[in-house]
């Protein structure tokens, strides 16, 4: 008995509910054996990760299905040891090279090499290749990719390379012109609706209409996520009646307080509380640039038009500048006092600039 | 006292002046070479040095360069004797015409001068030795003693009563009195108008042998400059070993020190056997500590950086010292001086570290373990130890602090370091002004050692001490070590008036502050901690800013900054690194304001920090449960645990979907579907490895924690959200009784299924799974269980790894199964016992290690 977000997720290409010209294309790329590189892209929880198990599988049979889990450890030229969770079957190994940080172009290089050089040894299996999976391929930083592209024009022989990212636009070009593209996108709503009702019957109860709607509504084509709210609901209100709040999660709750907050009143002592308020969200592990957009999404929402697209592009200068820099702090506080001052010149009018000093 | 001596080979004046008119003689001896101290301050040194010695103060070293100066310059000496000078000096003072003002000066000088020239000649070689027989006379007179009356004035100012004057007179008689008294006045006159004159011979030449920071080390207690309680203090610790090294009893008049009476040593030494002398450098920590350990009269032996400074060398070196008493070839005890300890290598923990060493030997703890079985082997410390260091707090002197008395040095007024400056540059024939001296203590923040060093280094170039001289020579020295917070006041608030003055500046350097902040900045080493530091802090001033243009400023530099130091770090072009400090400076102009409150060294990003890698920890600890359970379970958890999905959905959702309304209720009266609900929850819960977990809160109650306690992540600003029910004590207590008893049943389940994996089919299927049906009563748990009627152990697989050893088939050595023969005449005769067993588990619920809590067959108890 687990999650339901784990116990209905589907195990092999016939079982997916949606996109399924995208599976009748996995299906013959298994077959065929001419298998190539991939690259699996789109929003989170659109259901990636499942259709690459379930394409592996489809491709060496349950014999994938047989996991280990190892973690293994690399030593930086500088000495230092980094630990890495391996998840490893007979026929592919997979790795999330993010985990060890800006480290990760050792794990690249080293497991790479490794699985690279050998062959494939087990003479029953399916296929002559073995496959590496690498997750949260965007996050790879330049040098790792570097690193990846003549290996996989090398050792194209033993191995076979799937990529798994949430969007294209971090990978270098040469990575992406290696790969066969294939964008899983979003569950439309209709999906959402029909992956939900099968959950629901095979758990023996009613989803009421409203409610799944409400938790589609909720969930922005994150099937993952509505599968948890779901279950959230379900446990908190277990005969589904009555009216139905959704709970959003506790961090979204909070990067809307804190909008409110710079919209409300723009003092000094509205930067110091906002400061804090962020303090607490980053101790809270959520990546500053979820909090920056989630943060500046909201305030775009309650702001007068005219400075509508000042705001959006502030946030989004501040968010590379982020992206460089190690004090993420300075840079959502400069966003809030950049926000709060347009918003005072818009409030005010323009005028207000003859009082500056 | 030294123009005493100039007087006295005239016979005329020396008695006459010195004896009923001391108010003249001040401005005669000014007038004459504008060297000497002042005759009270040498009376003063004089009195505490002991008749014997040669060179006790510093005063005699600089009469001794005084005297050399003033010999060799006229260069009349050595051709001409003192007789023919004199004459030389009256046919102008007969003449009765206006002599050259200079040249009496030389001639006055120089007849004076040689009465002391035997004193000093014994120092100075051969040729010395030779105007030794040349002068000899004038030595004779003084009763063939010239040593001894060069110190002692007493004597010296009898002596000009008895008859060497009288035969002095006899020399000089053609001179007139009245004569000299006019000349002498007229030189005095001439000389005030015409100051430049008189230095001229003195600096002609110029020791350089010697650094002044050594020819004016005091060398006497009275000499010491600073504050005097730092100096009695320690010679108050010092003197209490006097009982221990010298078998002296305590005086009868340190009856105050009563506080040490409860305190009963065997050695009678005092209650902490280190001193520990701290303070910045330059203050004279190590003088204190010699010149206390030579006026109580100990043999200094001193360890310092320069020599090797591990834990052997305490063995080797210092506890030999001690041990032996007193110094090779001496006879004073020994007194053991460590500086600069604060390097001490070793420091911390490690056990063979040089501190950690030095306390070991000053405790007597493990001679007194042994006892008489080796008595070489520890000794008890004797013998006084000091050690000085800069920082007090350095990590290499924790222990340290524990066991020495701990003597601070601070800085002393700035009146008095220049008052000694002073005096100094009057010996060295140096002139310098109050405020060039006061600002050059200002500038080496009381380091007197620094001032000394500067002044030398002006006088060398023979400039006369200015201020503009000192800023010169002071660049250097000028923002050598600041402070974070010092640097963050400086670009927070205008500069002080006091700091403008002693830093020399005028109105428009003063006005100039990119340079100047930004030198401040790099000078700090940490503009990261700089930048934090404005950041904590610009937000609480210029409460009156309207238009967030300042703030918006601001931050841009400071973004900025980071966008270039990150950069910076990314690219490893470390070469951009000077231009980090110029990003910071603008907050000068844009917030500095005269009387903020001061600059706080920056916390908050440290503290979040702080938590955030708790959290992170948090975090691991739930994704390794996650993996753990996808490993056991077979659960396909992973793609939950990547750290995107797991921080931003899972978190938030899997706290609510292990809270649902329970109601506190026995679960035997539960209704059916709350009894679905709580299976549910208990299901998940084991499946991820997620326990309540009971303990004490802080108001020592008793509560159930969730462990790992991911419940962090749904609470904010210290309070959980509204949405998710706070559960109860009771409810928890239910759950995490359920959780235990399911994982004990997962446990069974897990072992009989490897078991079964081996058992014929048919009765593998007969086994009962996932029954939560059982007897339970308050941490005890029994449950009846079928038991597998045959057990045939294989080589062990992953699945095994889980398994209790107490439940694993027996395997011999080899891991080949052990099979039990079944006799029928065994003991207990369980062999024939019927099929259906049951087996019984005991889990004991107290104690505080998991191995006593862990679920044992009865079996094991039957034994």
Known sequence: ?357 | MVELEMFQPTGLLGGDIDMHRPEDAEPTSNGLLGLAPSPLVSAGMLENRPSGELQTSFYDTTEQTLVEEAFTSNGLLGTTQSNDLLQSCSPLSQDDSLPNVSQILREYGNPAKSSDIPADSLFNGDSAAERLARISIKATTYDGKPLYIRRKREIRRRDPDSSSRQQQMGNLLDVPLHRLMDQLSLTTATKLANPENHQEPSRAKISQDKLWVDRYRPRVFADLLGDERVHRETMAWVKEWDWCVFGKKKGKKRARDDQDLDYNDEFHRPRERILLLSGPPGLGKTTLAHVVAKQAGYAVFEINASDARSGQIVDDRIRPALEAGAAVGGTKPVLVVIDEIDGATGSGENVGGFVHKLVELTSDKPRKKRGKKDPSANRPLLRPIICICNDLYASSLAKLRQHARIVRFNRPADIYIVKRLREICENEALKADSRALTALVGVAKGDLRGCLNTLQFVKARNQEVTETTIRAATIGMKEADTSMTSVLNDLFSPMSKKRVKEAGLTEEEETRYVDRLSREVDGSGSTDKVAMGCFEHYANLRRHDATFSRYEKANRWLTAYDHLSGAMRSEREYSLMPYLSYFLVPFYTLFQERGTPKVERPKDDYENYLKTKTNEEIYQSLSRCLRLACGRRGGDYRHLASEQVLRLEFAPYINRIISPPLRPVNRQVIRPEEKALLSRLVDVMVSMDLQFIQDKGEDAQLVYRLEPPIDVFVTYDGKRTSDISASRYAVRQLVAAEVEAQSIVNHAVAVDKYRNSFAPPEEAQDESRGDTEGVEQDGKLMRPYQLPPSRVPAKDTLADIKVDIADRPPVDFFGRPITKPIAPSGKGGSGSAPQTKYRVSYKFHEGNSAAVRKPVKMASFML
């Open chain 1, 1 to 357: 008995m687990s999650l339901w977000v784990d116990k209905y997720r589907p195990r092999t290409l016939d079982d997916l509910h949606y996109h399924h010209d995208l599976t009748a294309r996995l299906k013959s790329l298994a077959a065929s054996g001419d298998f190539p590189h991939m690259l699996f892209y789109g929003p989170s929880g659109a259901g990636k990760k499942t259709r690459i198990t379930c394409t592996l599988r489809q491709l060496f049979g349950a014999g994938v299905e047989k996991l280990r889990i190892d973690q293994r450890v690399f030593m930086t030229p500088s000495r230092r040891k980094l630990d890495l969770n391996v998840v490893q079957s007979n026929f592919h190994i997979e790795i999330t090279p993010s985990e060890v940080g800006m480290y990760d172009r050792v794990v690249i290089q080293e497991i790479l090499k490794e699985i690279a050089q050998t062959q494939q040894v087990d003479l029953n299996a399916k296929q002559r290749f073995k496959v590496v999976i690498i997750n949260d391929a965007d996050t790879l930083s330049r040098d790792a990719q570097a690193a990846l592209r003549r290996t996989m024009e090398k050792y194209m022989n033993n191995m076979r390379i799937i990529l798994c990212a949430n969007s294209t636009s971090k990978l270098i070009a040469p990575i992406k012109s290696r790969c066969l593209l294939v964008r899983v996108a979003a569950p439309s709503s209709e999906e959402m609706q029909h992956a939900l009702e099968y959950v629901a019957k095979r758990e023996k109860f009613t989803l009421p209409p409203e409610a799944s709607q409400q938790i589609i509504e909720d969930s922005n084509g994150n099937l993952r996520k509505a599968m948890l709210v779901l279950e959230a609901l379900k446990m908190q209100s277990p005969d589904m009646s009555g009216p139905l709040s959704i709970a959003k999660p506790d961090w979204e709750t909070y990067c809307h307080k804190v909008a409110d907050m710079i919209i409300q009143e723009q003092t000094p002592q509205r930067v110091m509380d906002v400061r804090a308020k962020f303090y607490e969200l980053l101790s809270h592990c959520i990546p500053p640039t979820v909090i920056l957009k989630t943060v500046a999404e909201r305030v775009v929402d309650k702001v007068d038009e005219s400075i509508k697209a000042d705001v959006m592009h502030w946030a989004a200068f501040y968010e590379v500048r982020m992206r460089v820099g190690n004090k993420k702090i300075f840079h959502l506080e400069a966003w809030v006092v950049k926000v709060m001052s347009l918003y005072k010149h818009s409030f005010y009018g323009i005028e207000l600039d003859d009082f500056e000093d």
